[in-house]
């Protein structure tokens, strides 16, 4: 039996493959996946049904299997119909989550179309499509590398 909390399969075997610097995005239900794929990435459909599961359900999954280095958030916009005024209320979930994992990262944003670039390139290895209702709730991770 593993003892690590991820068990899917597909998710684990892409990340046995991958190397430090791959990068795996975890997707809320919103992000256009399947068309911001790197060419090297593989997507994961976990959308159960609306909220379930959450993008940090999955982080904590993913932190207790790989290390990792970096870890960015799509910076949320400040104009226009999406515009929010302050951090989105998932970001203090993620923060939570990786101190609970015993990592000192700090959240980076990326603005939004940087980010779909920065989800478009030959390092990315996996998307994970959750089925989170929040808004700017897609979390790129960098794999660090494993020092024990």
């Not at 159960?48 to 799509?74: E, F, H, K």
Request: hydrophobic content about 40%; cysteine-free.
């Amino acid at each position: 039996m593993l003892k690590t909390q991820l068990l899917h399969p597909d998710i684990l075997a892409i990340i046995a493959r991958a190397g430090h610097h791959g990068k795996i995005l975890i997707a809320d239900g919103n992000y256009p996946a399947s068309s911001t794929l790197g060419p090297n990435a593989k997507l994961v459909s976990l959308q159960l049904m609306p909220g379930v599961p959450t993008v940090t359900q999955v982080l904590q999954a993913i932190l207790s299997t790989v290390p990792i280095d970096r870890a960015n958030t799509m910076d949320y916009e400040r104009s226009g119909q999406y515009a929010l005024t302050e951090d989105p209320p998932v970001w203090p979930q993620f923060r939570q989550t990786i101190k609970a994992a015993g990592l000192k990262l700090e959240l980076e944003p990326i603005e939004k179309w940087q980010f779909y670039k920065e989800v478009s390139t030959p390092d990315h290895i996996l998307t994970i499509q959750t089925a989170d209702q929040q808004r700017f709730a897609n979390l790129l991770l960098t794999i660090g590398v494993r020092m024990d």
